[in-house]
């Protein structure tokens, strides 16, 4: 199959959801996902892109229910955790 052609019965078609839970799970997945990408050598600029765009979700969610600073903050404890 050409890679252009489209496939709809595609497995391995990525599909975004919504996951249940609490406004507590937010800050868990909130450090999960800046220590992720710490570790994969992103930057504050970029990480906060993924917060503060609202095509991502997820981390959007954690912006608005969060606030920027809680999201800087938690950024830059999880900096100093892997780059001391």
């Not at 800050?27 to 765009?53: K, P, S």
């Amino acid at each position: 199959m050409p890679k252009d052609e489209f496939v709809v019965e595609d497995p391995m078609e990525l599909v975004g959801m919504v996951m249940p839970g609490n406004e507590d799970d937010l800050e868990m997945m909130a450090e999960c996902i800046v220590d992720e990408y710490i570790r994969l050598g992103w930057g504050e600029e970029r990480l906060m892109n993924l917060f503060t765009n609202p095509m991502f979700l997820g981390t959007h969610r954690i912006y608005r229910y969060k606030g920027e600073d809680y999201v800087r903050d938690l950024i830059q404890r999880t900096k100093l955790r892997w780059h001391p």
